[in-house]
């Protein structure tokens, strides 16, 4: 009895702790939450992985995608996925969201499917694996990571490196056999990543959403994007985390 007592008590902590958190018209709520009228739902399992809304860098980044011009989105460290259901909820689309960690991946996937919503998920590395090419990035990562992002984003475009072709489609240049791919870190295998139509601007990307930074940080975080023409269009702050917009 005793030992029910305790996990019921456990269960209505976390239910009182992961109460619904609203970012303009994005509300994120768990699942034993009823729907909002008027809102775009974002429901997520608070037991799957980092990322349920809670975290201030989570909040103002949901505010900030939601000022970006729709498009093909990567989606760099997904955690449980709430940018890249959001994201999708808005308006994006087609939508590729990696994460190092396999739990991350698979939470993503079932988020996906529970609110009804296309996002190809994957396994990798930031500055070891390959990464889909997209217009628009949303990055919710310290600043280290941030800044390797920042380098392999700079490498594609710098003159002496390997060109990335314009194809005028697909989410990343096609290889030798028209496939596009990802490698999979826990396998060493590769992933096919699907040819959904979203369009490779020219040039790379035009809008990011850079988070998971201290206040103090969010300087250079910009700085490091600034080789790919991003300037800051907006940053908001919170218990001294921040996010930022960038733009060219």
């Not at 303009?24 to 699942?31: C, L």
């Not at 800044?147 to 392999?152: D, I, M, N, P, Q």
């Not at 959904?196 to 790379?204: F, I, K, R, V």
Request: glycine share 10%.
């Amino acid at each position: 009895v005793d030992e029910q007592v305790q996990d019921d008590s456990w269960k209505q902590a976390l239910r009182d702790f992961h109460q619904p958190v609203v970012a303009g018209r994005i509300r994120v709520r768990p699942p034993w939450v009823a729907p909002a009228p008027g809102m775009l739902d974002v429901v997520i399992d608070p037991g799957m992985a980092f990322g349920t809304g809670q975290h201030p860098t989570t909040r103002t980044s949901l505010e900030l995608i939601a000022e970006v011009p729709r498009g093909p989105v990567l989606d760099a460290g997904c955690g449980t996925g709430v940018l890249s259901i959001a994201a999708a909820r808005l308006g994006f689309g087609p939508i590729v969201a990696i994460d190092h960690d396999p739990h991350a991946v698979r939470a993503t996937e079932a988020g996906g499917r529970a609110n009804m919503v296309s996002i190809d998920a994957y396994q990798a590395t930031i500055g070891k694996d390959s990464l889909p090419e997209t217009p628009i990035v949303f990055a919710n990562l310290t600043l280290e990571v941030l800044r390797t992002l920042a380098s392999v984003l700079i490498d594609r475009t710098t003159p002496g490196t390997t060109p990335v072709p314009d194809t005028g489609g697909c989410l990343a240049p096609p290889d030798d056999q028209g496939r596009q791919t990802l490698t999979n870190p826990a396998s060493d295998a590769e992933n096919t990543v699907p040819d959904t139509g979203g369009c490779l601007a020219p040039g790379g990307v035009r809008h990011l959403v850079a988070s998971g930074l201290r206040v103090h940080e969010v300087d250079d975080a910009v700085a490091a994007f600034a080789p790919l023409g991003l300037s800051e269009v907006r940053r908001l702050e919170e218990d001294g985390w921040a996010s930022v917009r960038m733009a060219r």
